[in-house]
């Protein structure tokens, strides 16, 4: 098999197969396989504890899986170790509780990756900067620090720091569940214009409404594999399994009234 | 008597301002060094392997175990002439003391590299920037800024340790003040100047200390509450 042709030739920008991984004596991850294409957006849901934030970080290689192949546009990422921090480059990650650089005000925040990875000049990497946090609305806090800023900003700068570095796929970890109800919104609306404008992600999050109107495919994660996937019309209406259905319908319940 | 007192003050100040010259030196030496070794030991314990991190617990432990007196003379007396060290018994004090800061400033460090916690470093690994760097331009940056207070501590004591000096020898604003102290025979003006030197040095490095952190606070960082 020639995955490295067939994933070029078929746009498949992320290819993530038979992935394990285990803590301690817990297996998380019992072999999860799915890939994404170019310019789609696949929205992973599960319970918390399922391994959701695992199986992102295994992407990049935050955490090493004990088994399984990622491939990027049909590089492999597992077999090129030694040059991780290139495959990092292209993966951009946005977290939970967005992890900015405290000391740096937005724009440094956003400019860090182009100067101290792509060893551009800080000409180059302010401008660049700037047009990104244009991209997310947040211009004119380019010189506050992330103290400053509200939880939906400081995701916003979170989501342009990783688009700086201009990825080829993006990973979102629960990137408004850290936020109040009412910061939700802007977050949302920054991902949906990204999907729009063609960037491939994958997204783990609770807002269904969010994955209902943007997402190509909703993966559900239980017991450390997948367990069903398909359209979000389909795993809304028709699930392989009940289980798929009765999740779906507690998310409401578990996660609160999400945005429609 | 008085008027004797007075003048007897007034010849030993620029004796024991030399004195304090060499306290200064002393301190600003052990700290230094202390600090140069401190930073690597506490990024060593935090981010090293289980050996790295196991052989500067062994270090920490012994230097913060044992009484300056006890590691000054063990230094002085015997590991220099062991090894053949030609040192003076002022450079002798800033190793000596400059090892013992660095036990201590290696923890200051460690506990505020840790209390950062690991999501920035996620974060800046997932960028693609190398562990290191991220540790000099993103921990680094901040752990010291956490630090100041704790670094304040350190520097208080150890301006009071390094009076310890006095017992090799080193001509610091304590063992000048034993010195006009015995030839006088007025012990009490003498080393109540010494006092007021020390008190002076203290509060002036803290405070220094404390405009410094000021200074370099991160805007926004604290402010609620
Ligand atoms: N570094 C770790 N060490 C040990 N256990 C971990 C670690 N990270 C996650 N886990 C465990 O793995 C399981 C899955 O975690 P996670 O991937 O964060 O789930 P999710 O994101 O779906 O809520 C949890 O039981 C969690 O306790
Ligand atoms: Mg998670």
Known sequence: ?260 | MVGKNILLIYQSIPFLLRGLVVTIGLVGGALGLGFILGIPMAIGQVYGNKYISGLISIYVWFFRGLPVLVLLFLFYFGLFILFNLNLSEFTSAVLVLGLISAAYQSQIFRGSIKSIGEGQMLAAISLGIKKYDAILSIILPQALRISIPGWSNEYAILLKDSAIAYAIGVMEVLTRAQFVATRTYKPLPIFFISAIIFIILTYGGVKLLALLEKKVRIPGYGEER
């Not at chain 1, 072999?31 to 992102?56: D, N, Q, R, Y």
Request: aromatic share 6%.
């Open chain 1, 1 to 260: 098999m020639n995955l490295e042709k067939a994933d070029h030739d078929n746009g498949v920008v992320l290819r993530v197969e038979d992935i394990h991984k285990t803590y301690g004596k817990n297996e998380i991850l019992k072999g999860v396989s799915f890939h994404i294409k170019k310019g789609e957006t696949i929205v992973i849901i599960g319970a918390s504890g399922s391994g959701k934030s695992t199986l992102l970080r295994c992407i990049n290689q935050l955490t090493i899986p004990e088994k399984g192949r990622i491939w990027l546009e049909g590089e492999e990422v597992t077999h090129h170790m030694k040059e991780i921090s290139h495959f990092r480059q292209r993966i951009g990650m946005v977290f939970q509780d967005f992890n900015l650089f405290d000391h740096l005000c937005a724009v440094r925040n956003v400019e860090i990756g182009l100067i101290k990875v792509k060893k551009m000049d800080k000409k180059q990497a302010r401008e660049i900067a700037m047009e990104e946090l244009r991209r997310v609305g947040l211009e004119r806090q380019a010189n506050q620090y992330p103290a400053q800023l509200s939880g939906g900003q400081k995701q916003r700068v979170s989501i342009a720091r990783a688009l700086a570095m201009n990825p080829t796929v993006m990973l979102f970890d629960e990137p408004t569940s850290a936020l109040d109800p009412e910061l939700i919104g802007e977050v949302l609306e920054v991902m949906r214009d990204l999907a729009m404008g063609g960037m491939t992600m994958v997204v783990v999050t609770h807002e269904m409404g969010f994955a209902r109107s943007v997402a190509n495919e909703i993966i559900f994660i239980e017991g450390g594999k997948i367990l069903d996937q398909g359209t979000p019309h389909k795993l809304f209406t028709n699930p392989e399994h009940e289980r798929t259905r009765q999740f779906i319908c507690k998310i409401d319940e578990l996660y609160g009234k999400t945005e429609k």
